[in-house]
């Protein structure tokens, strides 16, 4: 008589139960996510001309920076903001100056709107080079539209005859954070 190892047996057994497992007509997944805070910001005006009115020496100078963003706050206790910084003071010397204005009442400042979620600067701000300064706020539990939602800076710059004839260009820096 010949002998079968076991293994071969246990082996064949285990193949022969798994042959005849049962299966439902349906069957279940539990899905989970967990949701954290975002912000997200993009610039829509990439380059900001300020202009006067064409009389002579008309104050201000004046311009529109649009942006659009995306935010999601904590449910409760969440806040947020965008908040502007200029990086690049204006180029050349002998023009306008965020850092040090050449005659007192220079200024760079602006106004902010928004539509959407989030609470827009309340007043004119005097933007800076040393420090990030307010342009949105947002509270707990602040969600914006899918698409996002927009905003804009109004910029003031004082139109002083001290300032040398040419093109100067300076760089503003948007941050949008979300907690």
Request: proline share 3%; with cysteine.
């Amino acid at each position: 008589m010949k002998r079968v190892p076991v293994l071969a047996v246990l082996a064949i057994l285990c193949m022969s139960s798994l042959s005849y497992a049962q299966f439902a007509g349906t069957g279940t997944t539990t899905l989970s996510v967990a949701v954290a805070t975002e912000a997200a910001i993009r610039i829509d005006t990439s380059s900001t001309a300020l202009a006067t009115s064409g009389t002579n020496f008309a104050n201000p100078y004046t311009g529109t920076t649009n942006f659009t963003y995306k935010v999601r706050t904590t449910k409760t206790g969440g806040s947020g903001s965008i908040t502007l910084k200029v990086t690049t003071d204006f180029s050349a010397s002998g023009g306008p100056s965020v850092a040090s204005p050449p005659t007192a009442g220079d200024a760079l400042t602006y106004a902010c709107s928004v539509a959407g979620v989030g609470t827009a600067c309340s007043s004119s701000v005097t933007a800076s080079t040393s420090s990030s300064t307010n342009v949105v706020t947002f509270g707990a539990d602040a969600k914006s539209a899918i698409g996002g939602d927009t905003g804009s800076v109004v910029w003031s710059l004082t139109n002083d005859p001290v300032y040398a004839t040419g093109s100067y260009n300076a760089t503003v820096t948007f941050t949008v954070s979300a907690a």
